[in-house]
C-alpha cells in the first residue's frame, strides 16, 4: 500500500443527512399519535418539504454564514458621529434564516386556524425541525412567540382596535414575511428580564418607569401599518438590562418598577422609532443624528457592549443601556409577573423542542459517520458496543420525545379549553390527556418546568456521547460545515440549562407549584397519573409505574402534610427528574401498548424494567432503581440493532473481531 499522502490515502465519506422528518420515526410516531386524522396529511406534507429544505444547500450556506460572520456593533461613523441607532451588523444567513421560519409559520401557526385545536402540535412539529438548522434565528422566534401570546390575550381581554399599538404588533410578529400586498413585515421581539443584580430573581430588577405620555400625540394608527402607534407608548424606561439576546428584534416586553409602589410591571417597547424630524413621540435622549436608512433612531436603546459566550455565537446577545425608552404597559400595573408568566410557558417549550431537535440531529450526524466507519476491520454501525451507545441515546430521545410532545398536547388543552377539533372522535388515541379546566391547567404547569430542565438535561448529555461517537472528528468546529458539526451543536445546546429558568430554579417552581396551599395542585396532579396508570394494561411494567409513582406521592405528599416542604424543596431535582422517570416510563408503555410496537415495547422494557435508560443520576435511588437484571446475550444486541437501524442484526455481528479477548 503505497504512503499516504495530503490528498491520497483513505477518506471517510459520510452519506449526506436525510430528509430530517421522513427519517424521524420518533417525531412521526408522536404526530401520528396526537394529530387527528383531519389533518396529518397536510402537516406530513410541509414537514416532509421543511426537512428536505433543513439539510438543502441553501439552508447549510445560510446556517454556515451566520457562524462564520458573527454579529458586531458600530456605533458611530468614521468621523466620530455616533449612529441614530447603534448598528448591529449581522450576517445575511441570519437575516435569511429568520424569514425562512417565519415562511413555514414558526410563529403564526400558533395562531393560525389551520390546525384547529392541534395548532401548537403543528407549530412545535414544525419548530423541531426548523430549530436545529435555524442557526439560533430559533432563540428570537421563541421569544416571538411569548410575546404573540400576552399580547393576543391583552388584544382579547380588552377588545382593543385593530389600530391599538397591540393590535398593530400583534399583525407583525404573525406575519409570515411580509413584502407582498396582504401581509405586513415580521418582526421579532425580545424579552429584557435579566439585569446584573440577578436573572432567577427578577424582583432585584434596576429598571424603573415612569408614567409619561405624550401630549401631542399623533393619534392611533398614524404611520406605516398603524406602525406610530407602537412608538407611542405612555412609559420612559430607565435602567440597565444585562442580557438580550434578540438585540436585532423590533420589540421587546421587558419587565420594570414603578413608584410608589416599587412593585414590577410588564411593558412593550419598539427597538427604533421615526426619526424626530418625522416622529410625534421624539424621545429626550436620541443623542445621534444619523438616522438609519429606514429614517428611524434608537428608542433610547444603546447597545453597552455584545457578549462574548462559550456558544450561540450567530446570536446578538448583549448589554442594553435604557434611557426614556418609550414603552406601553402591558397588563395590570404592578402585576408585571404574573403578566409575563405565560410568555415563560412558551419560551420553555421551545427550549425543550430545541433541545430535542439538536439531539435528533447529533443522533443522525453519528448514525452517518458509523455507516461510513470502518474500524478494526467491521463497520462501525454494527460493532455491539457502538450499536448499543446508539441504541442508548435512540431511546433516551425516545422518551424526551414521549414527554415533550404530550406536553404541546396538553397545551393545546389549555388553550382550546377542549383536547381536539371535533370531540371524542378526534382523541380516541390520546385519552390519557388531562382533561379541560383546572387539570390541564394544573399538568401543563407541571410540565413545562420539567420538560424544559429534564429534556434539557439528557439533550447535553445525549450530544456528548454522539460527538465522542464521530471521534477525534466529533471534536472538530468547522463553521463551513454545519451538517457535520457536533460541536456547534453542544455548545448552542449548554444554554438551554441556563436561560429560560436554570435546572434549579425550574425545580423550585416544580416542587412551589405542586405543594402550594395545602398541596392542591398535588391531589389535582394525582388524579389525573393515577387515571392514566390504571388505563395501562395489567402487567409488570403497569406495577412498577404505581409502585414507583406511589412512593413518589408519599413522599412529597408526606412531607406537605408533616410541614417539612422545605427538605423537598431541598431535594427539588431529584423529586423532579424522579416524577419525569415515571412519566416517561408511562407514556413508553401507553405508545407501545397502543399499536404494539416492537422497537417501542422494548425501549419501555429498558427504562421501566431494566433500568438500562433513564434520565440521568439525579433521581430518588429507593424509587428509580432496576427492577430486573439487564441480560447480556445476542438477543439484545438485535434488539439494538431494530432500535438504531430499523432492520435485523445482519449475520456478519456474530462472530465479531471487537467481541475477541
Ligand atoms: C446566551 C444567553 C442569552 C440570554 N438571553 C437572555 C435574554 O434575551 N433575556 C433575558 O432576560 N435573559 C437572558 N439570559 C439570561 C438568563 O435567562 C439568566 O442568565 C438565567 O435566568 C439565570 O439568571 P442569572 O444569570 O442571574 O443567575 P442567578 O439567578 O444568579 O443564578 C446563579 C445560580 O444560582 C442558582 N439559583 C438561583 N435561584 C435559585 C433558587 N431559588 N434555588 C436554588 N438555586 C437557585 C441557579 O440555578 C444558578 O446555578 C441569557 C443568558 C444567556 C447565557
Aim: glycine share 10%; net charge neutral; with cysteine.
Amino acid at each position: 500500500m503505497p504512503p499516504a499522502t495530503a490528498t491520497t490515502g483513505h477518506i471517510t465519506r459520510l452519506p449526506p443527512l436525510d430528509n430530517t422528518y421522513t427519517s424521524d420515526p420518533s417525531l412521526r410516531r408522536v404526530l401520528g399519535w396526537y394529530l387527528s386524522p383531519t389533518h396529518l396529511p397536510s402537516l406530513d406534507s410541509h414537514l416532509t418539504t421543511l426537512g428536505a429544505e433543513a439539510i438543502s444547500p441553501q439552508i447549510k450556506e445560510w446556517s454556515a454564514d451566520a457562524e462564520r460572520n458573527q454579529p458586531y456593533v458600530k456605533g458611530f461613523n468614521v468621523w466620530g458621529e455616533q449612529y441614530g441607532v447603534d448598528r448591529l451588523v449581522t450576517s445575511e444567513g441570519w437575516k435569511q434564516l429568520t424569514k425562512w421560519g417565519a415562511r413555514n409559520g414558526v410563529v403564526a401557526l400558533g395562531y393560525e386556524d389551520t390546525y384547529g385545536a392541534q395548532r401548537r402540535l403543528a407549530q412545535y412539529a414544525v419548530n423541531y425541525i426548523y430549530s436545529p438548522s435555524s442557526g439560533l434565528a430559533s432563540c428570537p422566534i421563541s421569544m416571538t412567540d411569548g410575546a404573540a401570546l400576552i399580547l393576543s390575550q391583552e388584544v382579547a381581554r380588552k377588545n382593543l382596535p385593530p389600530d391599538h399599538a397591540f393590535s398593530v404588533t400583534l399583525r407583525h410578529l404573525l406575519s409570515r414575511g411580509g413584502g407582498n400586498d396582504v401581509d405586513v413585515d415580521f418582526w421579532t421581539s425580545g424579552q429584557w428580564m435579566t439585569e446584573r443584580a440577578g436573572g432567577s430573581d427578577v424582583a432585584n430588577t434596576e429598571t424603573w418607569a415612569v408614567h409619561s405620555p405624550i401630549s401631542s400625540s399623533g393619534g392611533n394608527g398614524s404611520g406605516k401599518n398603524g406602525d406610530r402607534a407602537v412608538e407611542e407608548g405612555e412609559y420612559l424606561i430607565r435602567g440597565f438590562k444585562f442580557f438580550s439576546s434578540a438585540t436585532d428584534a423590533n420589540v421587546a416586553l421587558l419587565l420594570a418598577k414603578t413608584e410608589p409602589s416599587g412593585k414590577l410591571s410588564t411593558f412593550l417597547a419598539p427597538l427604533r422609532v421615526s426619526s424626530p424630524t418625522t416622529s410625534a413621540s421624539p424621545t429626550s435622549s436620541n443623542p445621534g443624528s444619523i438616522p438609519s436608512d429606514q429614517g428611524q433612531v434608537t428608542n433610547g436603546v444603546r447597545i453597552h457592549r455584545l457578549k462574548n459566550k462559550l456558544g450561540t455565537k450567530e446570536l446578538p446577545t448583549a448589554e442594553l443601556i435604557l434611557h426614556d425608552t418609550r414603552a406601553h404597559l402591558v397588563g395590570d400595573l404592578n402585576k408585571g409577573v404574573s403578566t409575563i408568566a405565560p410568555l415563560l410557558n412558551i419560551t420553555r417549550t421551545h427550549t425543550f423542542i430545541g433541545s430535542l431537535g439538536a439531539w435528533r440531529r447529533a443522533l443522525s450526524i453519528a448514525k452517518g459517520f458509523a455507516r461510513a466507519r470502518t474500524t478494526v476491520g467491521e463497520p462501525l454501525w454494527l460493532i455491539p458496543m457502538h450499536l448499543r451507545v446508539l441504541a442508548e441515546g435512540e431511546g433516551r430521545h425516545r422518551a424526551a420525545m414521549e414527554v415533550g410532545f404530550f406536553t404541546i398536547g396538553v397545551m393545546g388543552v389549555v388553550e382550546n379549553g377542549r383536547s381536539g377539533d371535533s370531540g371524542a372522535k378526534d382523541n380516541v388515541k390520546a385519552s390519557h390527556l388531562p382533561r379541560p379546566g383546572a387539570e390541564a391547567t394544573v399538568v401543563f404547569r407541571t410540565l413545562t418546568a420539567l420538560c424544559k430542565a429534564v429534556v434539557s438535561k439528557m439533550a447535553i448529555a445525549g450530544i456528548q456521547e454522539c460527538q465522542e461517537a464521530l471521534g477525534g472528528v466529533g471534536y472538530m468546529d468547522e463553521a463551513d460545515e454545519p451538517e457535520f458539526n457536533v460541536s456547534r451543536i453542544l455548545r448552542n445546546t449548554l444554554v438551554n440549562s441556563i436561560w429560560e429558568g436554570t435546572t434549579n430554579v425550574l425545580a423550585s417552581e416544580f416542587v412551589r407549584f405542586l405543594v402550594k396551599g395545602r398541596g392542591e395542585n398535588l391531589v389535582v396532579f394525582a388524579g389525573w397519573i393515577e387515571r392514566v396508570l390504571a388505563s395501562i394494561a395489567p402487567g409488570e411494567m403497569r406495577g412498577v409505574l404505581l409502585q414507583a409513582w406511589t412512593a413518589w406521592k408519599e413522599r412529597v405528599s408526606g412531607a406537605v402534610a408533616g410541614g417539612k416542604v422545605e427538605s423537598v424543596l431541598a431535594d427539588g431535582r431529584r423529586a423532579m427528574f424522579t416524577l419525569a422517570w415515571v412519566l416517561c416510563g408511562m407514556l413508553l408503555v401507553l405508545d407501545a401498548q397502543r399499536d404494539g410496537d416492537g422497537v417501542t415495547g422494548e425501549i419501555a422494557r429498558r427504562w421501566v424494567l431494566h433500568g438500562e435508560i433513564g434520565v440521568g443520576d439525579t433521581v430518588w435511588r429507593d424509587i428509580v432503581f432496576p427492577r430486573k437484571a439487564t441480560a447480556v446475550d445476542e438477543e439484545s444486541v438485535r434488539w439494538d440493532c431494530r432500535i438504531v437501524w430499523g432492520e435485523e442484526l445482519p449475520a456478519v455481528a456474530v462472530g465479531h473481531r471487537s467481541m475477541k479477548l
